[in-house]
């Protein structure tokens, strides 16, 4: 079934509350991202498929779990932008779409090994209940 880009989008944008809109794609956000050299999709390139009606890409995307919530991109953006809640929002929806809406002790041998601890216990604290 083909994925409904506009609802897809909606559903990332209720959960992150940011304004994507605002983005000039200045590419402060990436810059400032300590985990870019290990992301597949850079934080601006995250906001420029949302704009651009590519959120489907963005559920494939292994760049949310590269994050480290460490809100820089959210502080050094012009525009008042968060790629940062962008990501956390599709950390969630990547785990519902694997039917879970929640982690369970076992399925952290399924993640990288290099995943930060903070994003881990983070991760838990939210989706484990
Ligand atoms: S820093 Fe802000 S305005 Fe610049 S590319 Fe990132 S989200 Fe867009
Ligand atoms: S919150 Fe995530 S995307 Fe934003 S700068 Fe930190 S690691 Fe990069």
Request: glycine letters at 4%; proline letters at 5%.
């Amino acid at each position: 079934m083909a994925v409904d880009e506009k609802q897809l989008t909606e559903d990332i944008l209720r959960l992150a509350a940011t304004d994507v809109r605002r983005c000039m794609q200045c590419g402060r956000c990436s810059a400032n991202c300590e985990a870019a050299s290990k992301m597949d999709l850079l934080p601006h390139r995250v906001v420029w498929d949302l704009n651009s009606g590519y959120a489907s890409e963005l559920l494939e995307a292994d760049a949310p779990w590269q994050c480290l919530s460490c809100m820089a991109c959210e502080e050094r953006c012009p525009r008042g932008v968060s790629p940062a809640r962008i990501m956390e929002a599709l950390r969630l929806l990547q785990i519902r779409q694997q039917g879970n809406n929640k982690l369970s002790a076992e399925s952290v041998e399924h993640y990288p090994s290099d995943m930060p601890q903070q994003l881990l216990v983070a991760a838990f604290r939210k989706y484990n209940k």
